[in-house]
């Protein structure tokens, strides 16, 4: 698989979006996703990253059926604001779903897969999304 190529890159890039790496501010306590080296809450720079929760209910969620041409082929699919464990909010899509079916309050789990395809570059990214739990 292309994407495997550059072995370190890879894990690197396993790291951060497979095991849910976010940031958790060391001054008012609020953790977030994706980890950024600012507090989105209150500005701080004292962050540190951390592993978050894999798990988590759907807070909102939006169908979207005429998406931007990067993502036209998974349309039509579900955007969700996902409340983990710890009460982050996660910013997600949520997969292996028929849109239909996704409701608030349904629990999910986080799984790495295809996110992105850029039409004539080939260029195909990898990322978080959340299923339904299956247990
Ligand atoms: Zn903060």
Not at 11 to 31: P, V
Not at 114 to 133: A, D, N, T
């Amino acid at each position: 698989m292309a994407y495997m190529r550059s072995v370190p890159r890879a894990w690197r890039e396993r790291k951060i979006k497979y095991q849910l790496i976010g940031g958790k501010c060391k001054d008012c306590g609020k953790s977030f996703y994706p980890y950024r080296q600012v507090c989105p809450a209150c500005g701080s720079e004292n962050v540190e990253e951390v592993k978050l929760p894999e798990r988590g209910v759907v807070e909102v969620f939006t169908v979207v059926r005429s998406p931007p041409s990067d993502f036209a082929w998974q349309a039509p699919y579900v955007v969700a604001l996902v409340r983990l464990e710890d009460g982050t909010l996660v910013p997600a899509q949520i997969t292996d779903v028929d849109p239909d079916e996704v409701h608030e309050g349904m629990e999910v789990e986080a799984v790495f897969r295809k996110y992105r395809e850029q039409g004539q570059q080939g260029i195909i990214e990898y990322g978080i999304k959340f299923r339904p739990r299956t247990w």
